[in-house]
């Protein structure tokens, strides 16, 4: 046991060292952090990618043996004088040949994927061989329907090695359990990103899913015991992560509400209010264009922010179910009582020092109000 203990005490020492090392080196946390956002962001549309070919797997396969068939047996009918075909003198022997790979390639069981790749791979060679020796190449509509037939079973083997296996083996590798606690030196990373390019919520979607992999080490053997206890763990370690991804999220609420002050101070403070009647000579004074134009932009930019977190589209986390609609409005209720909160808190101090008069209090009230908007 003591052994044990040493080993692991070195082992421990090996890695605070290379940690010391990179440290030193000028180690750039937003660099890493841009190579975590893009690899998880990578690894989603390649899992999703496959995952579509994995469940048309059986349909794109019979697609491919289908028309490999049809164009053996066109060119059946193109050889017995049936259909005519410029230049192509009637073949009996060609005509059998080809009619018969028909029946071969439509004889290819889909079940049996060894049996059938090993037939392919003999199917390919003969056509690659009926062109060479038969002088086939000559006429190009002939060459293109071989061609064509050769590329569909290509195709065929392609296809039939799409296994879930491949899946399996992506999933391990992208395992990203050990940052469960280390994920949070980059939360500050991600709201500065989301702040500058609301649609990086996209990006970030594909890195809480590729962290959703820390649930499976708890839960693997728990699962594996049958223990009645798998679906609380799992609930406490999804409800963990949903958390965290609100706590990243909320900057979104803030950005607005921090959009939304300048808005209310533009509107409240600088711009005039436009009277019910106005003489043409004073037109241009209260049109405040340049006043206008603000408030229209950060009102565009209100909505940039609100469509960032709704592009996340509605996610499993685990086992919760996460609506990015349901999100922003919490995170809207969260930042509203913030706001009313501290206004009220700054704006009624009823202190003597500050308040004295009756109409202090109403002069108070009245700037409470315009901040409120």
């Not at 030193?24 to 998880?40: I, K, P």
């Not at 409005?329 to 500050?354: M, N, S």
Request: proline fraction near 2%; charge should be neutral.
């Amino acid at each position: 046991v003591g052994l044990g203990g040493a080993e692991i005490s070195m082992e421990n020492k090996r890695v605070q060292l290379v940690r010391g090392q990179v440290l030193a080196e000028s180690f750039d946390h937003q660099r890493l952090f841009l190579l975590l956002v893009n690899t998880g962001q990578f690894e989603f549309v390649l899992k999703e990618m496959f995952k579509s070919m994995l469940s048309r797997k059986q349909e794109r396969w019979e697609e491919y043996r289908r028309e490999g068939s049809e164009r053996m047996t066109e060119l059946g009918e193109v050889f017995s004088g049936v259909k005519p075909l410029t230049r192509v003198e009637k073949n009996e022997h060609l005509q059998a040949w080809f009619v018969e790979m028909a029946s071969q390639i439509n004889s290819l069981d889909y079940d049996d994927s060894t049996s059938a790749g090993r037939k392919i791979v003999q199917l390919m060679q003969a056509l690659e061989e009926v062109q060479e020796f038969h002088q086939l190449e000559a006429n190009l509509q002939v060459k293109q329907f071989l061609t064509d037939t050769r590329l569909f079973l290509h195709q065929m083997i392609r296809t039939i090695n799409i296994k879930e296996e491949v899946l399996i083996q992506i999933q391990l590798i992208a395992d990203l359990s050990y940052a469960w606690k280390l994920i949070d030196t980059y939360t500050l990373f991600m709201q500065q990103g989301i702040k500058r390019d609301p649609s990086m919520v996209i990006k970030l979607r594909a890195t809480f899913l590729k962290l959703a992999s820390a649930l499976d080490l708890p839960c693997v053997r728990i699962g594996q015991a049958s223990s009645p206890d798998l679906m609380s763990v799992s609930q406490y370690y999804s409800g963990e992560l949903v958390s965290y991804v609100r706590k990243v999220l909320q900057i979104i609420p803030e950005s607005m509400f921090e959009i939304l002050d300048q808005i209310i101070r533009l509107q409240t403070f600088k711009m005039k209010e436009l009277p019910t009647r106005l003489e043409k000579e004073k037109l241009r004074e209260f049109s405040q264009l340049d006043d206008r134009y603000q408030v229209a932009k950060l009102t565009h930019a209100v909505s940039v922010f609100t469509e960032g977190i709704l592009m996340m589209k509605t996610t499993l986390v685990g086992i919760i179910k996460v609506d990015p609609k349901q999100l922003l409005e919490d995170g809207i209720r969260k930042e509203l009582v913030k706001k009313v909160a501290w206004t009220l808190h700054v704006g009624l101090d009823f202190t003597a020092a500050k308040l004295k008069t009756s109409q202090e209090l109403v002069a108070r009230l009245g700037q409470v109000a315009a901040t409120m908007g």
